[in-house]
């Protein structure tokens, strides 16, 4: 495995912090309690129709898709050239739900949960990051 740089330490780190996020979301969530990092309507988001996907909640399935999204970021970095696109897909797959929760709570629930927040602004941070790191790979082949 090769040595990480700072850069892909940061977007780890942030993935990470995702993980770890959305495991305390679900975690709060089934004490039947919501803690918001910074205030909101957590509890109300997070319990609306809008908090589960075929019965299962998002917060779990956010902590089962960042871990597998560290997963293949850590093996696609050690070929990028060919493994990388398969991370930046999921990336843009992680950022686009990103936009769709917070367009959620915004227009449709019309609450929010900042811990839900937290979690999709750094969706969308990771994604962006992956596509600076995407074409940097780019320009060195």
């Known amino acids: 495995m090769k040595k990480l740089k700072p850069f892909q330490i940061y977007l ?17 969530g089934t004490q039947n309690s919501a803690f918001c990092i910074a205030g909101g309507d957590c509890k109300e988001v997070q319990n609306s129709k809008y908090g589960q996907v075929l019965g299962i909640k998002v917060s779990l399935l956010g902590a089962i898709a960042f871990t597998i999204l560290l997963s293949i ?16 897909i999921c990336s843009l797959i992680g950022g686009l739900s990103a936009l769709y929760f917070i367009y959620l709570q915004k227009f449709v629930i019309e609450k929010y949960c900042s811990t839900c927040l937290v979690i999709d602004f750094l969706s969308i941070i990771i994604c962006l990051m992956s596509l600076y790191e995407y074409k940097k790979i780019k320009n060195s082949y």
């Open 12 to 28: 780890a780190t942030l993935i990470i912090l995702n993980i770890i996020l959305s495991i305390y979301t679900f975690y709060i």
């Open 73 to 88: 970021y850590i093996w696609a970095n050690n070929n990028k050239r060919k493994r990388y696109p398969l991370y930046l």
